[in-house]
């Protein structure tokens, strides 16, 4: 893939803090992939004493916030930890769903091979969902999570039985145009492809406070696959 100029991403810069509009396809942080770049090293080629403040799964876009300092870094942990950082996520799901701030409360435990499962013996997990747009067959939903487990949006949204676009671990399908469009001609001896490459989740709207408790909020516009997806669902 193409590698993306840090620059490029940032929505928002201060002296304490960058959050960036994180590509799809790209790690935060190391990952197990040899020969490949993440996010925090382009990011520490910009400005050397970067900090990931916290991580997003490699397929997911959106709002990632960076410190500059090791003080900054801690301000925000610790809202991390306090539960104090405001995030939402937005998710195009499969089938028509009316939640209303439907809060769903089940603990996730993590396997060896990085797959959550809800199980009593997890972690507690809290995640709020409320129906943005209802499309045909499908949903975009505001997925708003209280905890940080592992995939834990993705899993909560698989026990609603409304498992996101793309998301094959969790029963998610792929979700094709000749699915949505009635008489669509493939070109012959071409494969179709999926209308989005990836499960469909973006971390849509990051808030926070600063050293000096001031809040910011800040808001990742789709990237062009996501967008894609939802004028094509919004076109039915």
């Not at 930890?81 to 993590?110: C, M, N």
């Amino acid at each position: 893939m193409k590698y993306p100029v840090f620059k490029d991403l940032i929505i928002f810069e201060n002296d304490d803090y960058i959050v960036v509009n994180k590509p799809p396809f790209l790690a935060t942080l190391e990952d197990r992939t040899p020969n490949t770049t993440n996010l925090l090293k382009i990011a520490r080629q910009y400005n050397p004493a970067l900090q990931a403040c916290h991580r997003l799964d490699k397929d997911t876009s959106g709002c990632l916030v960076f410190a500059k300092n090791p003080e900054t870094y801690r301000n925000l942990a610790m809202q991390f930890e306090h539960r104090e950082v405001y995030k939402v996520y937005h998710a195009v799901v499969w089938g028509t769903h009316k939640f209303e701030d439907q809060l769903v409360s089940k603990a996730i435990l993590p396997n060896a091979k990085g797959v959550a499962k809800l199980t009593p013996q997890g972690k507690p997990a809290e995640t709020y969902f409320t129906t943005l747009e209802n499309y045909s067959r499908h949903s975009l939903i505001e997925c708003m999570p209280v905890t940080g487990r592992l995939h834990q949006i993705r899993v909560h949204l698989a026990w609603l039985k409304a498992p996101i676009v793309g998301d094959s671990l969790y029963g998610g399908e792929d979700l094709f145009l000749s699915t949505l469009k009635r008489g669509y001609n493939l070109k012959k001896l071409t494969e179709e492809q999926p209308l989005i490459k990836r499960f469909a989740l973006h971390s849509h709207t990051i808030g926070f406070r600063l050293l000096n408790g001031e809040p910011v909020k800040v808001e990742a516009p789709y990237p062009k696959d996501f967008a894609v997806l939802v004028k094509q669902l919004r076109a039915q």
